[in-house]
């Protein structure tokens, strides 16, 4: 399937294009007609194809393609075409996330206080650890997701989590490309403090200024990803 859809994100397949049919992925992968079949319906699940029964599959346009899904987002990035919906992405946190900072301050009860506490101090954690073994990265970038999910569910309410949940699991693949471990001690860390430290003081302003400040970073990480040269004071 990943195969199948790096054609597609990278274009050696286009839109309106026969997918090749079930027997032809049988053959060309070694496995049974079965599997492939499941191979297709996972890239029509997707929105990457749009199955003609009894005829085939064809190439979906871009616009339908589901960009939550990690394995879309992960071939997009691979495909070099990852900028562009890793901007989408800190539009929509954007969006989400800088009210809800406010909301968690204004709501957060002490058990909520409690995960963002936990969460951030694995993140600590695992930054300390990955100075000496890189494959503590996972954990912190684990640990930064629960951080998030964390002050959306500090803000109580429901709705607001359901929207975000696709976006925190999409972001294990999409926080990859700017990560900047060597920046984390100067700047994500005590960013991440800065938004807890907002939360538990009740103080929503704060809470939304330390929140807008941080994606304001990562905002620039990606400038930095896109190949856009950095800004210089005048």
Same mark, same amino acid.
């Given at each position: #399937?990943?195969?199948? #859809?790096?054609?597609?994100? $990278?274009?050696?397949?286009?839109?309106?294009?026969? !997918?090749?049919?079930? #027997?032809?992925?049988?053959?060309? =992968?070694?496995?049974?007609?079965?599997?492939?079949? *499941?191979?297709?319906?996972?890239?029509? *699940?997707?929105?990457?194809?749009?199955?003609?029964?009894?005829?085939?599959?064809?190439? #979906?346009?871009?616009?339908?393609?589901?960009? !939550?899904?990690?394995?879309?987002?992960?071939?997009?990035?691979? /495909?070099?075409? $990852?900028?562009?919906?890793?901007?989408?992405?800190?539009?929509?946190?954007?969006?989400?996330?800088?009210?809800?900072?406010?909301?968690?301050?204004?709501?957060?009860?002490?058990?909520?206080?409690?995960?963002?506490?936990?969460? =951030?101090?694995?993140?600590?954690?695992?930054?300390?650890?990955?100075?000496? /073994?890189?494959?503590?990265?996972?954990?912190?970038?684990?640990?930064?997701?629960? =951080?998030?999910?964390?002050?959306?569910?500090?803000?109580?309410?429901?709705?607001? $989590?359901?929207?975000?949940?696709?976006?925190?699991?999409?972001?294990?693949?999409?926080?990859?490309?700017?990560?900047?471990?060597?920046l984390r001690l100067e700047r994500g860390l005590p960013e991440h403090r800065r938004i807890l430290v907002a939360v538990a003081k009740a103080d929503p302003a704060a809470a939304r200024d330390a929140m807008r400040d941080h994606l304001l970073t990562v905002e620039a990480y990606l400038r930095e990803y896109a190949g856009e040269p950095r800004e210089t004071a005048s």
């Amino acid at each position: #399937m990943r195969v199948l #859809m790096g054609d597609i994100v $990278g274009r050696r397949l286009s839109t309106g294009d026969w !997918l090749p049919r079930e #027997m032809d992925i049988a053959g060309a =992968f070694g496995v049974s007609r079965g599997v492939a079949r *499941e191979c297709i319906r996972s890239l029509e *699940e997707r929105g990457l194809v749009s199955v003609k029964h009894g005829r085939g599959a064809t190439v #979906m346009p871009d616009t339908r393609w589901d960009v !939550l899904d990690p394995d879309v987002l992960g071939a997009l990035i691979d /495909s070099g075409r $990852g900028a562009a919906i890793l901007a989408d992405y800190l539009e929509s946190r954007r969006i989400l996330e800088i009210e809800a900072a406010g909301l968690a301050a204004e709501r957060a009860r002490p058990d909520d206080l409690a995960a963002l506490s936990d969460a =951030f101090g694995r993140m600590v954690a695992a930054a300390e650890r990955a100075v000496d /073994s890189p494959a503590a990265e996972d954990l912190y970038h684990e640990a930064d997701i629960a =951080f998030h999910r964390s002050l959306i569910d500090a803000t109580g309410n429901r709705a607001l $989590g359901a929207i975000a949940e696709p976006i925190h699991r999409a972001l294990t693949t999409a926080r990859r490309p700017l990560a900047r471990p060597e920046l984390r001690l100067e700047r994500g860390l005590p960013e991440h403090r800065r938004i807890l430290v907002a939360v538990a003081k009740a103080d929503p302003a704060a809470a939304r200024d330390a929140m807008r400040d941080h994606l304001l970073t990562v905002e620039a990480y990606l400038r930095e990803y896109a190949g856009e040269p950095r800004e210089t004071a005048s």
